[in-house]
C-alpha cells in the first residue's frame, strides 16, 4: 500500500547540506500497524514528513494507493493529505478556537460538505475513543491523552490510506499512551487502517505488527512481530542496545 | 458549522487578540502619517514655512523618518499577525487544504483586517489632527496665523501607504499559502530569528559610523560646493545613511553582546540576552526604528529651544528698548509725537537719538548660479547696504569707532553670530542716484547688537569725511534715519504694539518689502534687461495688512525694534513654527512608543512557555520580573540613549558649524535641551512602567510593585 524506494533528503545549513535520508526504502502492507524507531537525528521524522508531503524530498520515490508522489502538484498533493492520508502529532495540532467534535470534523469541512453521513461517523469515532462526554469542550479545556486521542479520531474521519502518527505518545503520561495505542488498535482491528507511526516510546512501538530501525539515514534493521507483546519489546529493546553499540 | 467559511469565521474570532493588535498597529501607524501629512501639507504651515527654507526641509526630514518608522512598524505588525496565523495555517494545510481553498478566507481577512484598520486610521487622523492643533490653540498659544486650514491633496500620501500596507499584508498571505514545507509552517511561531552574530567590534564600529555619517552628511553640502563649484544634489543627503548603518550596529551590539564590560555577574542577564537574541532580527530592527523616530521627534524638539532662545537673547541684549530705521521720504512720526504716544501709556522715553544713513550699492565678488554650476564673480552692483558716519555709530553706542579713509566696518553683534551675511569683501560703493563711485576696502567689525545684521539690512560704518561726501545728491529714497531710545523704569506692552503698529501705518507700498528685496541687484538686473527676482512670485511677500503675521514680522525691511514686543510675541510669531514642531515630535514619539509596547507585548506573546518553564524550574516572581525588565527596559532605554544623544550631540555639532563658534543664545539653547530630554526621559519612563506591568500581567508574574513588597 505504502513503497518507498531509495529515499535522499537532505537539509541545507547555510551553503552545507546535511543528509538526513541516504536512500530508505521499506514498504507498508493494507492495515499493518509499524513503527518507525531509532534515535535522535536519524531521520525518523524527515521519512514520515517526507511521506505526508509536508517537507519536498531530493530523490527516490513514494508510492501511495499505487499513485507515485513525487511530481505531484500542491493542490493534488493537498488533496491525497487530506483524502488519503491521516495524521496523529505529537503536539496534537488540534484548531485551538474549535471544539473536539469540529476538530475531528475538520478534514470533512476542508474536503468540502459535512453530510449527516460525515456527523454519524463523528458520533461513532468519538464513541470509539471515548471522548464524546468532551465533544463541546475546547483544547485548552482536556488533558493530552483527550487531545491526542481526538487526533487520532480527527485522522480516521476521512477514512484514509494510511494513518502516519509522529512520536503521539512522546508529550503523554503511561495511561494516556495507553489510551491513544488502543486508539490505534481499535482503528486498525476495527476499521481496517493501515498505521505507520514514528516514536521513541519501546513500549508503544511493542502493539506495532513490525518495527522499522534508523540509524543514521539508514534502515538498520526490521523486526516482527511474532510472540506476545513483552517478548516482542524485549527483543526490540535488544536490537536497540545492539543498534547503539552496547551489545555485540 | 459545516462549511470552510464557517470554520474560519469560528477560528478569526478565536484569533481576535492577535487581529486587534494588528488592526491596532496598522490603525496608529495610519493615524500618524495621515495626521503628519495632513499638518505638513496644510495651508497653514505651508504659507509660513518659508519655501526651500531649513524649517520646511526639516520637517520633511521628520516626516520622512516617521514614515519609515510606520512603514517598518506596520511591516512589523503584519510579520507578528502571519507568525500566529502561521500555526494555524499550518494544520489546515497537513489535513488537507489547498492553497486554492485556504485563499479566499485569508485574503478575505487580512484584507478586511487592512482596509478596515488603515481607512479607519486615515480617517482617524483628520480629526485627530483638529483635536491637537485646536488643543495648541487653547493651551498654548493662538494667532491668527494658527487658524488650521487643510489642504486636501495630502490624502494621497496615506492613500499610498495603505496602498502598500494593503499589498504587502496580501503578499505575506500569498508567500505563506504558497510555503511547501508545512512543518516549517506550523512552527513558525516557534522559530528563532538570530540577529547576525558579529563580534564585539561592532558596537564600537557602530559608533564610529554614526558619528561620522552625521558629520559627513552635515559636511558634504559644503565640501561639495567647495570642489564641484555646484549646488550639492539630493542624493548627497544619502550619506547619512551611514549613521543609520552605524546605529544598526550599534543596535546589534546591543541585542548580541550588551553594554556591560568586565566579566563579573557573566551569569546574571544570561536569560533575558538569551530570548532577545533569539528573536534577534526583529529586536534589532525594532530598536533601530524606535531609535531613529526618537532622535526625529528629538530633533523637531530642538528646534524650538534653538530658535526661541535666539530670539529671546537677541531681544534681551539690544542696548536699546526701541530703535527703527525709516527712508527719508516717508513720513515717520516725529520725536514729540512718540513721547506723546508713549505718555498715554504712562511711559517716559530717554537716551532718544536720531541719526542719518544712506543706501548704497556695494561692488564685491558674488555667488552666482548658471546651468546648475557656482561661480565667484565680481559684481558692480552686488548688494545694496545701509551706511552711518563714524559719529553716528559713537553716539548710538557711546563707544567710538576709527574707521580708517577709504575703508569701511561692518556692524555685528558682540558675539560675531551673524557675520556671515555681512559684505566683507566690497572694493567700490555707488551713490544709487549719482552713480558717483568710491573705491573701499573691508577693515572689519565694529560691534552693536541693536545695528547688527538680524532680520534687516545689514549696516556698515565710514570714516566721517568719506560718509559725508556718499550721500551728496543721492534721492531720498535712498537716505533714511534711525532711531534708538529706552524707556523710564518699566516697559509697557500695549505701548510697545501700539508704537509698532504706528510705525507700519507710516510707510507706503513702496516699502512694503522683505529686507532681503535688494534695490542695487534690482538695478543690476533691469540694466541687463532681465526681471529681478524679487518681483517674481518666487519671493516671499510682507503685507501691511498682516503686521503680526510670522513674515511680515520676521522679514519686513523696516520692522522697528523692541525688547518687549520681541521677547512677548516670540510664541505667538513663531506659534506655527513652534506648534508644527511639537506636533511631529509627538507624531514622532507616539509612533516610536507603540512600536516599543507591541515590541514589549511580543516579549510576553513569544516568551510565554519559556517564562513557563522557568517558573517551573522555581524561579520567583522577582526573578521574572527581573528577566522581563531586562529586555522591555532594553526596548525604551536604548533607544532613548541613543536617539536623543545622537541628536543632542549633532546639534551641537550644527551650533559649532553654523559660525564656529558657541554664542550665548546657543549654549542657552543647549541647556534647554537637556531639560527637554530630562522630562522626555521623566515620561517615557512612566510609560516603560505601564508596559512593564501589562506584561508581567500577561505572563502571570504579578505587579512590578507588588514584586517589590513580596521582596
Given at each position: 500500500m505504502?513503497y518507498?524506494?531509495?529515499?535522499y533528503k ?11 535520508l541516504?536512500?530508505?526504502s ?6 499493518e500497524?509499524?513503527?518507525?524507531m531509532?534515535?535522535?537525528g ?8 517526507c511521506?505526508?508531503c509536508?517537507v ?13 508522489l513525487k511530481g ?10 487530506n483524502?488519503k ?7 496534537f ?7 473536539v467534535?469540529e ?27 471515548g ?10 479545556e482536556?488533558?493530552?491523552g483527550?487531545k491526542q ?6 485522522s480516521l ?8 502518527a509522529d ?5 503523554l503520561?503511561?495511561k494516556?499512551?495507553?489510551?491513544v ?5 481499535e ?7 493501515t498505521?505507520f ?11 506495532c505488527d513490525?518495527v522499522i530501525?534508523?540509524?543514521?539515514g ?7 512481530r511474532?510472540?506476545e507483546r513483552?517478548?516482542f519489546?524485549d ?7 545492539e543498534?547503539?553499540g552496547e551489545?555485540? | 458549522m459545516k ?10 474570532k478565536n484569533?481576535r ?8 498597529c496598522?490603525?496608529?501607524a495610519l ?9 505638513m501639507q496644510?495651508?497653514t ?5 518659508p519655501?526651500?527654507?531649513d524649517?520646511r526641509k526639516?520637517m520633511?526630514m521628520?516626516f520622512g ?17 502571519f507568525?500566529?496565523k502561521s500555526?494555524?495555517?499550518?494544520i ?12 479566499p478566507?485569508l ?9 478596515v ?15 491637537l ?6 493651551l498654548i ?6 487658524k488650521?486650514?487643510l ?7 496615506p492613500a499610498?501607504l495603505?496602498?502598500?500596507?494593503v499589498l ?5 498571505a500569498?508567500?505563506?499559502?504558497k510555503r511547501?514545507?508545512?512543518?516549517s509552517t506550523v ?8 540577529a ?10 557602530g ?13 558634504s553640502?559644503q ?7 555646484a549646488y550639492?544634489p ?10 543609520l548603518?552605524?546605529?544598526y ?5 546591543t541585542?548580541?553582546?550588551?553594554w556591560r564590560f568586565?566579566?563579573k555577574n557573566?551569569?546574571?542577564?544570561l536569560?533575558?540576552?538569551?530570548m ?7 529586536t ?21 529651544p ?5 530670539v529671546f537673547l537677541?531681544?534681551e541684549n539690544l ?11 516717508q513720513?515717520?512720526?516725529t ?13 517716559l522715553?530717554k ?6 544713513y544712506?543706501s ?11 546651468n ?7 559684481r558692480?552692483?552686488a ?12 553716539s548710538?553706542t ?21 557675520t556671515?551675511?555681512?559684505v566683507?569683501?566690497a ?11 568710491m573705491k573701499?576696502?573691508?577693515?572689519g567689525y565694529?560691534?552693536?547688537?541693536t ?8 549696516v556698515y560704518?565710514?570714516?566721517d ?8 545728491g543721492?534721492?531720498?529714497q ?10 523710564e523704569?518699566?516697559d ?5 504694539k501700539d508704537?509698532?503698529y504706528?510705525?507700519v501705518?507710516?510707510f507706503g507700498p513702496?516699502?512694503e ?11 543690476d538686473?533691469?540694466?541687463k534687461?532681465e ?5 517674481t ?12 503675521s510670522?513674515d511680515?514680522r ?6 522697528p525694534?523692541s ?9 505667538p ?16 514619539f ?7 509596547y507591541?515590541?514589549c507585548?511580543t516579549?510576553a506573546?513569544l516568551?510565554r512557555?519559556?517564562f ?10 522577582g ?6 525588565r531586562?529586555q522591555c527596559?532594553k526596548?525604551?532605554?536604548i ?9 543632542f550631540?549633532f546639534?551641537i555639532?550644527?551650533?559649532y558649524?553654523?559660525?564656529g ?12 535641551c537637556?531639560?527637554?530630554l530630562?522630562?522626555?526621559?521623566g515620561?517615557l519612563y ?7 506591568n501589562?506584561?508581567l500581567?500577561e ?8 514584586i517589590?513588597?513580596?521582596?
Amino acid at each position: 500500500m505504502l513503497y518507498v524506494k531509495n529515499l535522499y533528503k537532505s537539509y541545507k545549513a547555510g551553503k552545507t547540506a546535511y543528509p538526513v535520508l541516504k536512500g530508505v526504502s521499506l514498504s507498508v502492507a493494507q492495515g499493518e500497524f509499524t513503527a518507525v524507531m531509532g534515535p535522535s537525528g536519524s531521520g525518523k521524522s524527515t521519512l514520515l514528513n517526507c511521506i505526508s508531503c509536508y517537507v519536498p524530498f531530493e530523490e527516490g520515490k513514494i508510492t501511495l494507493g499505487g499513485q507515485e508522489l513525487k511530481g505531484l502538484s500542491e493542490k493534488e498533493l493537498a488533496k491525497i493529505r487530506n483524502e488519503k492520508l491521516g495524521f496523529v502529532f505529537q503536539d496534537f495540532m488540534l484548531l485551538d478556537g474549535l471544539t473536539v467534535r469540529e476538530n475531528v470534523l475538520v478534514p470533512k469541512i476542508i474536503e468540502g460538505k459535512v453530510t449527516r453521513e460525515d456527523e454519524k461517523r463523528c458520533d461513532t469515532l468519538l464513541k470509539l475513543f471515548g471522548i464524546t462526554y468532551i465533544q463541546e469542550k475546547y483544547p485548552a479545556e482536556i488533558s493530552g491523552g483527550e487531545k491526542q486521542r481526538t487526533a487520532v479520531a480527527r485522522s480516521l474521519m476521512n477514512q484514509p490510506l494510511l494513518i502516519l502518527a509522529d512520536e503521539p505518545t512522546g508529550n503523554l503520561d503511561s495511561k494516556s499512551s495507553r489510551a491513544v495505542i488502543d486508539s490505534f488498535l481499535e482503528a486498525r482491528n476495527q476499521m481496517n487502517a493501515t498505521i505507520f507511526m514514528v516514536t521513541h516510546d519501546s513500549f508503544a512501538a511493542s502493539f506495532c505488527d513490525r518495527v522499522i530501525l534508523l540509524k543514521d539515514g539508514n534502515i538498520y534493521k526490521q523486526l516482527e512481530r511474532l510472540e506476545e507483546r513483552s517478548l516482542f519489546q524485549d527483543r526490540l529493546l535488544e536490537a536497540i542496545k545492539e543498534m547503539s553499540g552496547e551489545v555485540k | 458549522m459545516k462549511k470552510m467559511a464557517e470554520l474560519e469565521r469560528k477560528l478569526q474570532k478565536n484569533d481576535r487578540h492577535q487581529a486587534v493588535l494588528y488592526l491596532f498597529c496598522n490603525f496608529t501607524a495610519l493615524m500618524l502619517v495621515t495626521a503628519y501629512s495632513a499638518m505638513m501639507q496644510s495651508v497653514t504651515v505651508q504659507t509660513v514655512f518659508p519655501e526651500g527654507g531649513d524649517s520646511r526641509k526639516q520637517m520633511y526630514m521628520v516626516f520622512g523618518l516617521t514614515l519609515f518608522g510606520c512603514v517598518v512598524f506596520t511591516l512589523y505588525a503584519s510579520s507578528l499577525f502571519f507568525r500566529k496565523k502561521s500555526r494555524q495555517l499550518g494544520i489546515l494545510m497537513a489535513l488537507g487544504a489547498s492553497a486554492e481553498k485556504l485563499a479566499p478566507g485569508l485574503f478575505r481577512e487580512v484584507l478586511f483586517l487592512s482596509c478596515v484598520s488603515g481607512a479607519a486610521g486615515t480617517a482617524a487622523g483628520v480629526p485627530f489632527v483638529y483635536l491637537l492643533w485646536n488643543l495648541f490653540r487653547i493651551l498654548i498659544v493662538d494667532s491668527e496665523e494658527m487658524k488650521l486650514t487643510l489642504d486636501w491633496e495630502f490624502v494621497w500620501i496615506p492613500a499610498l501607504l495603505l496602498i502598500f500596507t494593503v499589498l504587502c499584508v496580501c503578499l505575506m498571505a500569498y508567500g505563506y499559502l504558497k510555503r511547501t514545507d508545512i512543518i516549517s509552517t506550523v512552527q513558525e511561531e516557534h522559530k528563532n530569528e538570530l540577529a547576525k552574530n558579529w563580534g564585539r567590534w561592532c558596537g564600537p564600529v557602530g559608533i564610529v559610523l554614526t558619528a561620522a555619517g552625521a558629520v559627513l552628511g552635515y559636511f558634504s553640502p559644503q565640501i561639495y560646493m567647495k570642489t564641484a563649484k555646484a549646488y550639492p544634489p539630493d542624493w548627497l543627503n544619502g550619506i547619512y545613511f551611514i549613521a543609520l548603518a552605524g546605529l544598526y550596529l550599534v543596535m546589534l551590539h546591543t541585542v548580541v553582546h550588551g553594554w556591560r564590560f568586565g566579566k563579573k555577574n557573566r551569569y546574571k542577564n544570561l536569560i533575558a540576552r538569551s530570548m532577545m537574541k533569539f528573536q534577534g532580527r526583529q529586536t534589532v530592527n525594532n530598536l533601530l526604528v524606535i531609535s531613529v523616530l526618537i532622535a526625529g521627534g528629538v530633533f523637531a524638539l530642538f528646534y524650538i529651544p534653538a530658535l526661541g532662545s535666539s530670539v529671546f537673547l537677541t531681544a534681551e541684549n539690544l542696548e536699546y528698548d526701541y530703535s527703527g530705521a525709516w527712508r527719508t521720504d516717508q513720513q515717520m512720526l516725529t520725536e514729540e509725537e512718540i513721547r506723546k504716544k508713549a505718555e498715554t501709556y504712562g511711559i517716559l522715553l530717554k537716551d532718544w537719538k536720531e541719526e542719518e544713513y544712506v543706501s548704497l550699492g556695494m561692488g564685491s565678488r558674488v555667488e552666482t548660479e548658471r546651468n546648475g554650476k557656482l561661480y565667484l564673480e565680481y559684481r558692480e552692483f552686488a548688494s545694496e547696504g545701509r551706511f552711518i558716519s563714524e559719529t553716528a555709530f559713537a553716539s548710538i553706542t557711546g563707544n567710538s569707532v576709527q574707521v580708517e579713509p577709504g575703508t569701511y566696518c561692518a556692524a555685528a553683534d558682540q558675539e560675531e553670530g551673524s557675520t556671515l551675511y555681512l559684505v566683507q569683501s566690497a572694493d567700490k560703493l555707488t551713490n544709487m542716484t549719482t552713480m558717483e563711485q568710491m573705491k573701499v576696502s573691508f577693515a572689519g567689525y565694529v560691534y552693536c547688537n541693536t545695528l547688527s545684521h538680524r532680520d534687516t539690512k545689514a549696516v556698515y560704518v565710514r570714516h566721517d569725511q568719506d560718509y559725508k561726501r556718499t550721500p551728496q545728491g543721492a534721492e531720498e529714497q535712498w537716505r533714511g534715519k534711525m532711531l534708538f531710545f529706552n524707556v523710564e523704569g518699566e516697559d509697557s506692552y500695549a505701548f510697545a504694539k501700539d508704537f509698532f503698529y504706528s510705525c507700519v501705518d507710516c510707510f507706503g507700498p513702496e516699502c512694503e518689502i522683505p529686507y532681503y528685496y535688494d534695490r542695487v541687484k534690482k538695478y543690476d538686473a533691469e540694466r541687463k534687461g532681465e526681471i529681478y527676482w524679487g518681483d517674481t512670485e518666487a519671493m516671499t511677500p510682507v503685507s501691511y495688512d498682516r503686521p503680526d503675521s510670522t513674515d511680515f514680522r520676521t522679514y519686513w525691511a523696516y520692522m522697528p525694534k523692541s525688547r518687549i514686543l520681541d521677547k512677548n510675541d516670540t510664541l505667538p510669531t513663531y506659534a506655527v513654527f513652534f506648534m508644527m514642531f511639537i506636533f511631529a515630535s509627538m507624531v514622532c514619539f507616539a509612533s516610536a512608543l507603540v512600536i516599543g509596547y507591541t515590541r514589549c507585548r511580543t516579549v510576553a506573546v513569544l516568551n510565554r512557555y519559556v517564562f513557563e518553564d522557568l517558573k517551573r524550574l522555581g524561579a520567583s516572581p522577582g526573578f521574572l520580573c527581573r528577566e522581563v525588565r531586562n529586555q522591555c527596559g532594553k526596548v525604551f532605554q536604548i533607544p532613548f540613549l541613543t536617539g536623543s544623544s545622537v541628536m543632542f550631540l549633532f546639534f551641537i555639532l550644527i551650533f559649532y558649524a553654523n559660525d564656529g563658534k558657541y554664542t550665548s543664545s546657543e549654549f542657552l539653547a543647549l541647556f534647554l535641551c537637556i531639560l527637554i530630554l530630562a522630562v522626555l526621559g521623566g515620561i517615557l519612563y512612566g510609560i516603560y512602567q505601564k508596559t512593564l506591568n501589562t506584561v508581567l500581567r500577561e505572563l502571570k508574574v504579578g505587579k512590578v510593585t507588588e514584586i517589590r513588597k513580596a521582596k
